[in-house]
């Protein structure tokens, strides 16, 4: 039977609202009349659900006890208050409730709401608990995956340093090759692995410089290979909302390409900058590189998936498919457009606001 | 008294190594968060004993170990990993390195390995800590 714990200073409304629950087949575990007492009570009996009113009787408020409730256990948090404006709804959010209804309220809606409510908090343990099996099966390939090439680079550095001189110069290219294979190896697991980071660390969306990280993304680079001419423009006062450590990562990959793809280009230029579609502002980084052909444009943001040889460009294919999870945990769309020979054009949008 | 080098990009792991050689009495001078830092602090530091992890992003314990190496030949180092049999193991005794320890650290294993190396803690020191 479901147990539902009732945190409400009014004994009477307490009272009400059990029986009401009675009816619907809940165990009311108990009515409490203050955030302190229900947060202890909380951890004790674990609950199934928590009913709490947000004008309590002691100095803790519902919101504040919710929150407490939240960050330590998984016990699904309703509110149940006669407020409805937009201040206490605001600050409500904050505490990640799963329902919020207003007093009075219809008994339907609360059996409704319950329901919801722990069906979303088991969805949510099992999502918690297969991201958290994810991270240690990432984890463990990683590191068995990469002794073994630490190894056989390791052991054909021994080979080609000590033993050189036994070796006829075509054996000492295949040690070569074995060396720049496991090294290549080693690169896409690295990246694999941030790849996976990027789609689960938590984003803390704050107001971003586009233009200022642009332009130091691009200076580095420039210092990176000084024997590389390159011109570029940024537009100047690009502003957007994102997470800073992500849009960065993003930026670096999609100026990377932009670098990487004109690498045979003269006159090289990059162009950074943004246009209005609709309401959306959207950035682009543009490029006269190597381009694409356009119909493939949607296999750009596959993992693995490369357009240009390994000689012709290296790369694993798996930045693009980085930017595309970064842009879309944003809430955010990205596209691109070009042509063999052309260049290539990534548009992306990123939220107008935090939040 | 021995002074030691921890390299390891793992904050917990360079934690509890730390506790571990602090509270047997051996002088921790520097820990380093990744490769590049822990060759930088060994030029600086000039430690008795460098713990070098295996596994890190950018530039491996072996990268390190051969940068090591380069610079001082003598330089007594450990790698730390997590399987025993790992050819690894051989190959990082090849390369120089004066063993190994094997991870999650257990304490009795690893200053055994340690007091191999480079002799007895300072009996003075230990027990100072206790974490």
Redesign the interface.
């Known amino acids: 039977m479901t147990q539902v714990l009732i945190v409400e200073d009014e004994a009477i409304v307490a009272e009400s609202i059990a029986s009401k629950l009675r009816r619907y087949g809940y165990e009311v575990i108990d009515t409490i009349p203050t955030g302190e007492e229900a947060v202890e009570k909380a951890g004790k009996s674990r609950p199934d659900v928590i009913l709490m009113d947000i004008h309590l009787a002691g100095k803790m408020d519902g919101i504040q006890a919710a929150d407490r409730i939240s960050g330590q256990y998984h016990i699904p948090v309703i509110f149940l208050t006669a407020y409805a404006d937009e201040q206490t709804i605001a600050r409500a959010k904050e505490a990640g409730p799963f329902g919020y209804l207003v007093k009075p309220f219809r008994e339907r809606d609360l059996y409704v709401t319950i329901e919801m409510a722990r069906e979303r908090s088991r969805l949510e343990a099992e999502l918690e608990a297969a991201n958290r099996e994810l991270d240690s099966f990432s984890y463990s390939v990683s590191h068995d995956l990469r002794a073994p090439l630490i190894a056989i680079d390791g052991f054909s550095r021994i080979l080609q340093e000590t033993y050189a001189g036994y070796l006829p110069p075509d054996g000492i290219e295949c040690i070569n090759r074995i060396r720049q294979a496991s090294n290549q190896m080693d690169h896409l697991i690295e990246d694999f692995l941030r790849l996976s980071r990027v789609t689960r660390a938590p984003i803390q969306v704050i107001p971003l410089d586009i233009s200022q990280i642009s332009r130091e993304i691009l200076g580095q680079m420039a210092a990176g290979e000084p024997e590389r001419r390159v011109s570029w423009k940024v537009e100047e006062g690009l502003h957007g909302f994102g997470d800073a450590g992500l849009v960065e990562i993003a930026l670096k990959n999609l100026l990377g390409n932009a670098w990487k793809y004109t690498g045979h280009t003269d006159e090289a230029k990059i162009q950074v900058g943004s246009m209005m579609q609709g309401q959306n502002r959207v950035f682009f980084v543009k490029d006269n590189g190597a381009g694409f052909p356009s119909e493939k444009a949607n296999l750009l943001f596959i993992p693995l998936q490369r357009l240009h040889s390994h000689q012709e460009f290296p790369g694993n294919g798996i930045g693009l498919a980085t930017v595309q999870r970064i842009i879309h945990r944003h809430g955010g769309r990205i596209w691109a457009e070009g042509a063999v020979g052309e260049g290539a054009t990534f548009f992306f949008t990123l939220p107008d606001e935090s939040g | 008294m021995p002074t030691v080098l921890i390299v390891d990009d793992e904050e917990l792991d360079r934690k509890v190594l730390h506790s571990i050689l602090l509270s047997a009495g051996y002088e921790v001078v520097g820990t380093a968060r990744s490769g590049e830092e822990g060759i930088m602090l060994f030029q600086t530091l000039h430690p008795d004993l460098v713990t070098i992890d ?2 890190m ?1 950018e530039m ?3 990268d390190v170990l ?1 940068r090591l190496m380069k610079e001082d030949n003598k330089v007594k180092a450990l790698i730390c ?3 025993h049999s ?3 193991v ?2 990082a005794m ?2 120089g390195a004066k063993g190994y320890i094997i991870k999650p650290f257990q304490a009795r294993s690893l200053l055994q390995t340690i007091k191999g190396v480079v002799g007895e803690p300072d009996p003075t020191r230990m027990n100072v800590w206790n974490f």
Do not use: F, I, Q, Y
């Open positions: 295996l596994m992003p491996n314990g072996m051969n990993t997590a399987a790992d050819p690894v051989d190959l090849r390369s």
